[in-house]
């Protein structure tokens, strides 16, 4: 099946993970993205290789594949006018302009929006930006960690309270890649309002909106009570009300999820699925009243049954249980879940396997294509925009294009 986005051309002017991040969904979806990097130095992503305790050391190199499989890249230095004449070549084919850019560097190499919008008046705009287009710090710049990870509530939400520092973000990228869809989206909507009315719209993003929007389930409850919201100590099982929804650690140090909101519901299952088919009929856990009343005592009773038996005894008792649980996995483990291959969340890219972007279309898992090497289909899009061999070569000769 073709992508619902086949056909839709996206001139993607940015760097590092955010925005990329976007038009690697968009290619996902059936977008051809040409990645504009500059002509010498290309995407400063390029040169990552540590991440974390992890370093790739040889290609291809993941840390530039996640965020860019699926594109054209095109080195093109557009301070030289012969390359923002090839820019202007782009901008006028393409439906949709993507830039991280901030608004000094936007304003300095022509490409802000009414620079765009004189060459190609139809165009979607869209930017990426770390703290918004409005407000004092509009002009600024930052990262998933800064502005999306720490300004926006996150880390001090997830880290307990007396903790010796602050817990880090989980993964490389992570505010960039939840940011990037959310870019992805507003830029498919977008398209669907030119699509009926002829107006394309200029689409913001920030990385600080997108932090904002992830904590907005706590916020509005912190906001409605005029309290912090706080993580519990590492090890608390989880609600105090409720002993399903919490964390239970397994004979192996392996851990399991439950989160049965319903407690009464799925209690007397549960009592049967542990071999413990007499707690069903045990006053104390009779209606979900009781059950409140009681939790510490059911979570002694689960935390010392659970603590018996291996995680994989329990993966096997618990595949016919009624309530929602899940086993706790690292990120091998989750990629190698037989739920996750089934359902195509991690894919071949070439030589690599990479997390396929969430949405799907009538079922179809997203086919992806491997990253482009630094500035590779250069000269593939030159010829498309009409230039001659002559003209290629003078570009070239100019330091223009790559």
């Not at 389930?217 to 609600?239: I, N, Y």
Request: proline share 7%; with cysteine.
């Amino acid at each position: 099946m073709s992508g619902p986005l086949e056909g839709i051309r996206v001139l993607e002017v940015a760097m590092y993970g955010f925005v990329p991040s976007a038009g690697a969904v968009l290619a996902d979806w059936g977008a051809d993205v040409v990645k504009v990097e500059h002509a010498v130095t290309g995407d400063p992503q390029r040169g990552l290789r540590q991440t974390g305790t992890l370093r790739v050391e040889d290609d291809p190199n993941p840390n530039v594949a996640h965020a860019n499989r699926g594109k054209r890249s095109i080195g093109l230095d557009m301070s030289k006018p012969e390359g923002l004449e090839v820019l202007h070549e782009l901008v006028r084919r393409a439906d949709v302009f993507l830039t991280s850019f901030m608004p000094a560097s936007r304003a300095r190499l022509g490409i802000d929006v009414d620079d765009i919008r004189v060459v190609n008046p139809k165009i979607v705009y869209a930017r990426g930006s770390a703290l918004g287009v409005l407000g004092p710090e509009a002009d600024k710049g930052g990262y998933d960690m800064t502005a999306f990870w720490a300004r926006a509530g996150t880390a001090a939400s997830i880290t307990p309270p007396g903790a010796d520092g602050m817990i880090m973000p989980p993964a490389p990228a992570y505010g960039d890649t939840i940011s990037g869809t959310n870019l992805a989206g507003g830029i498919a909507a977008a398209l669907l309002r030119r699509e009926r009315t002829g107006e394309a719209p200029v689409v913001d993003v920030s990385l600080l909106g997108s932090g904002v929007w992830a904590m907005g389930h706590a916020m509005a409850v912190s906001l409605r009570l005029s309290k912090t919201w706080e993580a519990p100590q590492p090890g608390a099982h989880g609600s105090p009300a409720n002993p399903l929804s919490g964390l239970y650690r397994t004979a192996d140090d392996r851990y399991i999820s439950f989160v049965m909101l319903q407690p009464a519901k799925f209690w007397p299952d549960v009592c049967r699925h542990i071999d413990r088919p007499e707690l069903a009929d045990d006053s104390r856990f009779a209606t979900a009243e009781d059950i409140a009343a009681n939790t510490a005592e059911a979570v002694k009773i689960l935390t010392e049954t659970i603590g018996r038996r291996p995680l994989a005894e329990w993966s096997e008792r618990f595949a016919t249980l009624a309530g929602p649980w899940a086993p706790v996995q690292d990120t091998l483990q989750a990629a190698a879940d037989a739920q996750v291959r089934a359902n195509g969340y991690i894919t071949r890219a070439g030589e690599l396997e990479l997390a396929a972007s969430p949405v799907q279309f009538d079922t179809e898992p997203a086919h992806l294509e491997a990253a482009p090497e630094f500035a590779a289909q250069t000269e593939q899009v030159l010829v498309e925009l009409g230039y001659d061999w002559d003209r290629i070569l003078a570009f070239k000769a100019q330091g223009a294009v790559t």
